[in-house]
């Protein structure tokens, strides 16, 4: 029996169990909805209550935050345009000498980065044509690797995936059978929901048994013909064997008796 089998015919188990406690379950929740009526009415009378009471508190709250926000605001206005003010004097000052050590210190960076910078082109070319020239004796020998490699790579590569081919056609046609026989399973499972399903489930099952006991039957007389032909050959087998040896005494006999003559 497949997976498929088992969780079907576990899910037909589950929805019969289910039933009669689904209808009870229906019946509990009808009672506690009329008794969660008469808390939700009373409960809802206590929150009108309390907002309007909360309401009305909130309201003079209120009008005394705003009160006090007018005045801290106005304080804290006049004390940032005066803030501002002087903050604005020490940026000019500040930004005008910022510019002034700026423009030296990128003068100097200048003649310094035209000093380097020709430096660093005389030295780069000499670098490059080494490089150049080692990039391209290490290329030829890797093309020359690379082409041996390939030949004998691909021939392998061949013989594997034949393998692997050959391999996925017998593991396709093992799950395809698997797979069928799976799926014959839940289509059974599924029909014993009926009466007429189970019925013909009560019958295969009994046929199915007929026909094992007829298989057993017919492997047990098939290995007692197989014991009885293996007796007779081993049988006609020694019997041939004595006659061998008999005529190979006789034989021995009369040979001796003619040397006894001479």
Not at 49 to 61: E, F, Q
Request: proline share 0%.
């Amino acid at each position: 029996m497949g997976t498929l089998t088992q969780d079907i015919t576990r899910l037909c188990g589950e929805i019969t169990a289910s039933r009669g406690a689904r209808q009870a379950f229906i019946v509990d929740v009808a009672k506690h909805i009329d008794e969660m009526k008469t808390d939700v009415a009373a409960m809802r009378g206590g929150f009108r209550a309390s907002h309007a009471k909360m309401a009305a508190g909130t309201k003079a709250d209120h009008k005394k935050f705003v009160s006090h926000l007018v005045a801290n605001v106005s304080g804290m206005l006049e004390g940032f345009d005066k803030h501002h003010a002087q903050m604005a004097a020490q940026t000019r000052h500040d930004r005008a000498k910022f510019m002034t050590d700026m423009t030296t210190g990128v003068h100097r960076l200048l003649l310094g980065f035209d000093k380097a910078h020709d430096e660093m082109a005389v030295k780069t070319k000499r670098e490059n044509a080494d490089f150049v020239s080692s990039m391209a004796k290490g290329v030829s020998g890797l093309l020359k690797g690379f082409r041996v490699e390939r030949s004998t790579s691909a021939k392998n590569e061949k013989a594997r995936r034949k393998r692997f081919v050959s391999g996925v056609k017998s593991s396709v046609g093992a799950m395809r059978h698997e797979f069928a026989a799976d799926l014959a399973g839940a289509r059974e499972a599924l029909a014993t929901l009926s009466p007429g399903g189970r019925r013909a489930k009560e019958q295969a099952e009994r046929q199915a048994k007929e026909r094992e006991l007829a298989q057993h039957k017919a492997r047990t007389e098939a290995e007692f013909r197989a014991r009885e032909e293996a007796e007779r050959k081993a049988k006609a087998e020694a019997e041939f064997k004595a006659k061998e040896e008999a005529e190979k005494e006789k034989e021995g006999s009369a040979g001796g008796r003619k040397k006894d003559r001479k």
